[in-house]
């Protein structure tokens, strides 16, 4: 059941990596339907689909796609692995970071304050998110 969904992201990975972004976009979203058919509507490899997909849409500029995919992405992980854990610190980063590039500073502050204070609690003060 795994091994679906498994070919069908590492092809998107595959196509990702070579820059071939419109086939790692269509790649992703049908590695995102098979992992919710696959395994739930709540499931590790749904979020990290849902991660693919932002990183995929991020990179064609299409910000508002990628914003609602990272939020997908991230809500999983808080329901999957609670809200302190490293995947959430990594979804706070990546929804931070698009809002800098639209230059909403104020609602780029908090998601990093709080994936700070996430690496912090896991890692000790010195950690990064």
Same mark, same amino acid.
């Given at each position: ?5 498994? /070919? ?6 595959? !196509?990702?990596? !070579?820059?071939?972004? $419109? ?7 049908? #590695?995102?339907?098979?992992? $919710?058919?696959? %395994? &739930?509507?709540? !499931? +590790? ?8 997909? &932002? $990183?995929? !849409?991020? @990179? @064609? ?5 990628? $914003?609602?995919? %990272? &939020?997908?992405? @991230? ?7 609670? +809200? /302190?854990?490293?995947?959430?610190? /990594? &979804? *706070?980063?990546? *929804? #931070?970071? =698009? /809002? =800098?590039?639209?230059?909403? *500073?104020?609602?780029?502050? +908090? ?19």
């Amino acid at each position: 059941m795994t091994d679906r969904w498994e /070919d069908i992201n590492g092809r998107a990975i595959e !196509h990702l990596r !070579h820059e071939r972004y $419109e086939e790692a976009l269509q790649e992703a979203l049908v #590695a995102a339907a098979c992992a $919710e058919s696959e %395994f &739930g509507a709540v !499931h +590790p490899n749904v979020a990290v689909s849902y991660h693919n997909l &932002g $990183e995929i !849409h991020r @990179l @064609l500029g299409s910000r508002g796609q990628a $914003e609602t995919s %990272f &939020g997908k992405s @991230l809500s999983l992980y808080e329901a999957i692995n609670g +809200p /302190d854990s490293g995947e959430v610190a /990594d &979804g *706070l980063v990546n *929804l #931070a970071a =698009l /809002d =800098l590039e639209q230059g909403r *500073l104020d609602q780029a502050e +908090p998601k990093l304050r709080r994936a700070l204070a996430i690496a912090e609690k896991s890692d000790g003060p010195t950690s990064a998110a």
